[in-house]
């Protein structure tokens, strides 16, 4: 019986052995995806501050309209076409055109 009990405090020695082994391997990979997690986060909200800051500029409107004459090659229009609208009625365009114009001649006609 004194013959087991070295080989039983060997086998209990080792497996001690492995488990603190496996913790430490275990505590250095999660100490490495913590690492990780942190480095990717930081990527991230540096990413996010930028992306805020070329919306932010995106939404002024000098940008608005930079990107409205670029892209879709839109125009201020000339003064001369641009029509005023108001309350008088004499500012008011007329709006009888040659359609408007044939209906009352047919309308007076009868």
């Given at each position: 019986m004194e013959r087991r009990f070295p080989i039983y405090g060997l086998l209990m020695l080792g497996l001690l052995a492995s488990v603190m082994v496996f913790e430490r391997v275990y505590a250095t990979h999660m100490g490495k995806a913590v690492a990780d997690a942190r480095e990717d986060l930081k990527f991230r909200q540096a990413r996010n501050e930028h992306?805020?800051?070329?919306?932010?500029?995106?939404?002024?409107?000098?940008?608005?309209?930079?990107?409205?004459?670029?892209?879709?090659?839109?125009?201020?229009?000339?003064?001369?076409?641009?029509?005023?609208?108001?309350?008088?009625?004499?500012?008011?365009?007329?709006?009888?055109?040659?359609?408007?114009?044939?209906?009352?001649?047919?309308?007076?006609?009868?």
């Open positions: 992306m805020q800051m070329e919306l932010e500029q995106l939404k002024s409107p000098s940008s608005v309209e930079q990107m409205a004459h670029d892209r879709l090659g839109m125009v201020y229009p000339d003064p001369d076409r641009v029509l005023a609208l108001g309350d008088s009625a004499s500012a008011r365009p007329d709006t009888s055109g040659w359609l408007a114009r044939m209906f009352e001649k047919k309308e007076s006609g009868n």
